[in-house]
């Protein structure tokens, strides 16, 4: 497992004294069956009772220091194991924080949170008992076959037609078990994701009253995890029982040939009883073997889950000097498709250019391309065709880093975490002061702020599912605003809020820093209508490009929208505004 080679020369000191405390350890077990032997040969066989002290002792202090060991191993076991998963929970974490798009869009979250918990446990759990209990076990395997052939070597043969028959269920069990056991983390991934969907959603399910559909799909995802669960341990449970068995049977076949072999002074009776030991410490050892095999591959099938996060495309680089850009921005023939989607683009021929102080709107139609804009901007992906220019420099030319700290982005659906609506709103500028957080909450109208009962230091559920919708997306846009950067991209960020507290965000938003560029996405008329230019997209195309007035000349378009979105407002108040 080459994928943890770095962990393993990161604790290889402290793994190594525990390889060597489980060495010793397991050369004490070996040792007692022989000094059992000799009390029995020597010391009771013989009617020496100073032989059965001698040997007595010896075998109390053979055991406390098997025993010390034991506890060294143990220690060393459970540090080295817990310290290495917190490295690789660590390790998966970052790099899913730099994920590329197409990363994100690979693997379901549901199945990141099962590989970050689930499967690195057990990683831990193979590490510590590799460490505690996978070393010793063949070692006591091959050192009391290994001392029972000293005793008596017929008698050995039977243990190793015993480990041979053993040895092939042990096989049978690894091939059948793999797959099984990529198949149960596959359905616990399953489970995951439905569960997250359901309290991702719980608002609507109450809403339309789907409590039987989502507890129907949840039904069946759980008996699909039941089923392989049993598919998966039954191998377990059939193969243990047989391995029992056949070394039981192997016992008692050493008792009877045992039996006669003393008569005829080929075998000793401490022999016989160290023997009997022996085949009772290989039973144990081979057992322990299985459920090593047996971990062994289930940490298979999570490593190969694990390397598959590791193998993901990362972000673009974050190296590079980081400049400070100003608000000019030109997409040159842009076309653009999703990666791994129908392949139609999203994004044709795009043109456009604004300079930095202007504010620009992009609207149109459900589907036109407009956040793609803005993702394309944010560089989450790179375009097909053309060139992305930000202060008179190519996109790919700039660290990832430049272009996303010179712009901040308000998304329709805003996104806040659990915590106070300061921390919330720190995200734009984690050194702003509370006069800078309460002036970025006045800019978005969220004066609501200060009527809670602690102002921003109101605590906010995950998601603020403590406050409406239009709350929160005056806290995203208080966030956008203290971030200060040179572009401020409001993809549909007020259609929460109605048009009197929109108006008077947009006004706040008017008295901005003169080179600050607002790129506002929107599906309003009402609001693209303010801007200093407005570009009108249609199926990824342009099929405007000016301001409201001469939009109003020379695109059919924008001219059915307000049509559609203005004039008709005005014929149901009755020649009234809304503005």
């Known amino acids: 497992m080459n994928l943890y080679s770095k962990y393993f020369e990161k604790y290889k000191f402290s793994f190594l004294i525990a390889v060597c405390c489980v060495a010793f350890e397991a050369i004490c077990d070996l040792l007692g069956p022989t000094l059992m032997s000799n009390i029995i040969n020597t010391g009771i066989y013989q009617e020496k009772l100073s032989k059965v002290y001698y040997w007595g002792t010896l075998m109390l ?44 869009d690979k693997i379901e979250s549901g199945s990141l949170i099962t590989r970050m918990t689930n499967d690195t446990s057990q990683v831990v759990q193979f590490v510590n008992g590799t460490m505690r209990i996978f070393l010793k076990a063949p070692i006591i395997c091959i050192g009391s076959i290994v001392l029972a052939s000293l005793l008596n070597f017929r008698l050995s043969i039977i243990i190793y037609c015993i480990v041979a028959i053993v040895a092939f269920l042990i096989i049978i069990s690894m091939k059948l078990s793999y797959p099984r056991f990529y198949k149960l983390q596959k359905a616990m991934d399953k489970i995951n994701s439905v569960v997250q969907e359901y309290l991702i959603g719980v608002r609507l399910v109450k809403a339309f009253g789907t409590y039987d ?49 003393f008569p005829l002074n080929i075998a000793k009776p401490g022999d016989i009883t160290a023997f009997t030991i022996y085949m009772a410490q290989i039973l144990t050892s081979l057992i322990m073997i299985t459920n090593i ?104 030319e700039l660290s990832i880093d430049s272009v996303r700290n010179s712009i901040a982005i308000v998304p329709q659906k805003p996104m806040l975490f659990s915590g106070t609506i300061a921390e919330n709103i720190k995200w734009g500028n984690k050194e702003a002061t509370d006069e800078m957080l309460k002036e970025a909450a006045d800019k978005a109208e969220a004066g609501f702020i200060e009527k809670m009962q602690e102002g921003l230091q109101s605590n906010l559920g995950s998601g603020g599912v403590n406050v409406s919708g239009g709350q929160k997306q ?55 209508m303010f801007a200093d230019k407005i570009l009108v997209m249609d199926n990824g195309e342009k099929v405007g490009y000016g301001t409201h007035s001469e939009l109003m000349k020379n695109c059919e378009m924008y001219r059915e929208i307000y049509k559609t979105q203005i004039e008709s407002s005005k014929e149901v108040c009755n020649g009234g505004t809304i503005f």
């Open 61 to 104: 202090m053979v055991t406390g220091f098997g025993a010390c060991f034991a506890i060294t191993r143990n220690i060393l076991a459970s540090k080295v194991s817990q310290r290495m998963g917190a490295d690789l929970r660590y390790d998966l974490f970052e790099k899913i924080m730099y994920f590329s798009e197409l990363g994100n």
């Open 213 to 261: 559909k989502e507890t129907d799909k949840f039904e069946i995802t759980n008996i699909d995890l039941m089923e392989k669960g049993i598919a998966t341990q039954i191998i377990i449970t059939l193969v243990a029982p047989l391995m029992t068995l056949t070394v039981g049977i192997g016992t008692v076949i050493v008792i009877f040939i045992g039996s006669r072999m």
């Open 474 to 528: 005056r806290i995203s846009i208080a966030r956008g605003i203290l971030r200060n950067s040179s572009i401020l991209i409001l993809d549909d960020a007020t259609s929460a809020l109605d048009a009197v507290t929109e108006a008077k965000v947009r006004e706040n938003l008017n008295t901005k820093t003169e080179n600050q560029t607002i790129i506002t996405i929107t599906q309003r008329c009402g609001t693209a």
């Open 293 to 396: 095999f047996n971990s062994f591959v289930r940490t298979k099938a999570s490593t190969a889950r694990i390397k598959e996060i590791f193998d993901c495309e990362e972000d673009f680089t974050h190296s590079g000097e980081i400049k400070e850009l100003n608000g000019d921005v030109e997409f040159r023939n842009v076309t653009f498709a999703y990666p791994n989607g129908s392949g139609i683009p999203a994004i044709k021929d795009l043109s456009f250019s604004i300079k930095s102080g202007e504010n620009l709107a992009i609207i149109g139609p459900t589907g036109s391309g407009k956040s793609t804009i803005a993702w394309l901007l944010l560089r989450f992906y790179d375009v097909n065709n053309g060139q992305i220019l930000i202060n008179g420099s190519h996109i790919k």
